[in-house]
Every structure is written in C-alpha cells, then in structure tokens.
C-alpha cells in the first residue's frame, strides 16, 4: 500500500482494464504505468488475471511497464551495489584482471568506457558481463556453446560473486513470473514460455558504471532494442534512461522498489509486432556517475521462434531504429543473438571465430 500511495504521488497509474479509453499519444510529461505483479509470484489466479490485462496493455501500447512486488529483496540489490561500486573504483588494471578477453566464448567479464558499441558507436559506459554461472560439465559448456560457461569475479571484491548470483537467482523467479503474465495476457496457459522456450532460458546480466558526465560528451546507450524476451532493469536513483514513443523520448526514472521491464524483439516476433520491442537509450547528464543493473531473461539458445498461433509475421518491422526486419529472421535464438552480439564487441567476436576455426 506504501508504494501504490508513492506512485499516484508522482503521478503514475495502472491499466486496470482490458479495454481502456482511446488515450491522446505518449508525450514528454507521460510516464509507464506502474504493474504489482506479485499476484503472478503468488499464483493467485483471479488477481493474476488483472495483472496480465494490465501487462498486455503495457505492451501494445509501449512495450515499457514498471514491475513492483517482484521477488528482488531491498537486501540483494543492496549489496550488489555496495559491491559494484567498490568494483568500479578499482584502478584499470586491477578491473582488466577480468577482461572480457579473458571469458573465452562464455563472453563474460569487464570492459572499459568505450570498449562497447551501440548503434556503431562507443558508449560512454564500462561494465561486466555475467550469465548464468555453468561448470564444465553443464552439456551446453561440454559442447562449446558459445555464451555459456563460467563467471569472471575480481578477487579484489570477493563479496560481488555472492551478490550477482543471488541478484540472478531473484531476477530468474521474477522473470518467469511476468512471463506468466504476458502468457495469460495473449491467452495462452501461464506455462507457455516455460514449457516452450524457458525451460532452460539464456540468462544475461549486466552491471553497468556511467561515469559522470555531461550531455554533450555523447550518449551512455545509444538507441537500440533488446534482443530477447524479457529485460529486467534495476537502477540507481541517478536516472538517465529514455523510451522512444510515438510523441517523442520520455524519461523512465527511477520508482524505489520497482524494476524498469521492457519486452525484446523475440516476443515482438512471437506476437507477430502486436507486444513491441521499442527503442530506447541513456544520457547520463546529471554530473554524477550512474549504476544501472540490466538482467535479460531470453529463450533457450538452440530455441526456433516462429509467430504464436493467430499471430502471423507482418511483412515488415515497421520503421525500427536500425532498418531490420526481425520478423524476416531464420534460425535460433543464438543465431540471432550471436549477430547482435557480435556487432557491439566485433575484436571479441573475430577473436572466437578464429578459434572455432583453428585446428585443435
């Protein structure tokens, strides 16, 4: 009750019904509505089934929605970013101890400002890749899959390790929640995704550090659009997060106790475009450096994604941000996702493609 009265104070409010009025397009002073989705973690059916009302509205209409009541306690987020910020305050050569180079074709690890490219260009951002923390003996990392494997964690900040996993674990069970809702909001059975595509979802999670900066240095993110399901987002009370809608950019700042979601091009090829995938993007113009904690809940790497029954492709992805038709898209997920990878660290890239392709 705490953080509904919280959230009417600043303004926001929920879709509570399937068939709302025609509202006037999105505009500067408009902000994403604001689900409790923790009917979903509860399985309270006749609750359950107005939250995915409310998270199918969010996604025709925008494919952004703020997810309160998830499963990520106050005390997990906190010590990830006690934890974090004692990383990022390492010397450089102390961080690069786990450089990305170092993560083989699990692609984990760290990368200094500018070591990652969106939309082309190098983002005013460093960071550290994580995923899903996978021995050898896991039959994905037995069989070279590429983005599975082991973790790369300094010894400098022992407690990040314990911090990240928990975060993750926490995020996995909120995730596959809202995914229940966003089944039941295109009605399918709440299990669809985990029964199809989720069994063994592709887990990604990242820590990303802004360094303090102005508006005119250029952009923390450039434009661009998630490649998979779901995107969990916790940040920092920093803010500096933007959503493209059809009456221009809005600001997506940060509500304590809740997670930014946003939905990726996998479901908005599922839905044959009905569930967007919409663009958006970071300025960090505050002067203060920024700490912001994306989690991306994806099919399961070998998983084929073809449009949900009564759901046909259109024959294009409208006028996206980068010109491509995803919908146009053959193969599995990891294709698709190796692709886009690909192009953000192209020396990462080359460099495991020369290994696949030497001798061993």
């Given at each position: 009750?705490?953080?509904?009265?919280?959230?009417?104070?600043?303004?926001?409010?929920?879709?509570?019904?399937?068939?709302?009025?025609?509202?006037?397009?999105?505009?500067?002073?408009?902000?994403?509505?604001?689900?409790d989705v923790s009917p979903l973690l509860r399985s309270e059916a006749r609750a359950s089934a107005v939250v995915a009302?409310?998270?199918?509205?969010?996604?025709?209409?925008?494919?952004?929605?703020?997810?309160?009541?998830?499963?990520?306690?106050?005390?997990t987020?906190?010590?990830?970013?006690?934890?974090?910020?004692?990383?990022?305050?390492?010397?450089?050569?102390?961080?690069?101890?786990?450089?990305?180079?170092?993560?083989?074709?699990?692609?984990?690890?760290?990368?200094?400002?500018?070591?990652?490219?969106?939309?082309?260009?190098?983002?005013?951002?460093e960071g550290v890749y994580f995923g899903e923390e996978l021995g050898p003996d896991d039959p994905r990392v037995a069989a070279g899959m590429p983005m599975h494997g082991a973790n790369l964690f300094p010894a400098l900040v022992p407690e990040l390790r314990d911090a990240v996993l928990a975060f993750m674990r926490e995020a996995e069970q909120s995730a596959q929640a809202i995914l229940e809702g966003v089944a039941l909001s295109l009605g399918l059975e709440a299990a669809y995704f985990r029964q199809t595509y989720t069994s063994q979802p592709t887990q990604l999670f990242r820590i990303f550090h802004y360094p303090a900066s102005t508006a005119s240095e250029g952009w923390g993110v450039g434009e661009h659009t998630?490649?998979?399901?779901?995107?969990?987002?916790?940040?920092?009370?920093?803010?500096?997060?933007?959503?493209?809608?059809?009456?221009?950019?809005?600001?997506?700042?940060?509500?304590?106790?809740?997670?930014?979601?946003?939905?990726?091009?996998?479901?908005?090829?599922?839905?044959?475009?009905?569930?967007?995938?919409?663009?958006?993007?970071?300025l960090n113009a505050s002067g203060r450096s920024r700490l912001?904690?994306?989690?991306?809940?994806?099919?399961?790497f070998e998983a084929r994604i073809t449009p949900l029954p009564g759901h046909a492709a259109p024959e294009t992805s409208g006028a996206r941000w980068d010109a491509a038709n995803l919908h146009a898209f053959e193969g599995t997920y990891g294709d698709y996702l190796l692709g886009k990878v690909g192009k953000v660290f192209p020396g990462l890239a080359g460099s495991i493609s020369a290994a696949e392709q030497t001798p061993g």
């Open positions: 009750m705490k953080f509904r009265a919280a959230a009417r104070g600043l303004g926001f409010r929920c879709r509570l019904e399937p068939a709302a009025p025609m509202r006037e397009p999105y505009g500067m002073n408009q902000r994403l509505p604001v689900i009302r409310e998270i199918g509205a969010a996604c025709r209409d925008l494919g952004f929605f703020y997810a309160a009541g998830h499963a990520i306690a106050p005390g987020l906190g010590d990830l970013t006690r934890a974090s910020h004692r990383f990022f305050a390492l010397p450089e050569s102390e961080k690069l101890k786990i450089a990305m180079r170092h993560g083989g074709r699990a692609w984990r690890g760290f990368f200094p400002v500018g070591g990652e490219l969106t939309s082309g260009k190098p983002d005013i951002k998630d490649y998979g399901l779901l995107t969990l987002l916790a940040q920092d009370a920093i803010g500096g997060l933007q959503v493209k809608t059809p009456g221009g950019w809005i600001d997506a700042p940060p509500i304590p106790g809740a997670l930014v979601v946003n939905i990726g091009d996998m479901l908005d090829r599922l839905t044959g475009g009905v569930y967007r995938s919409t663009p958006h993007r970071v912001s904690f994306p989690y991306f809940f994806d099919p399961g």
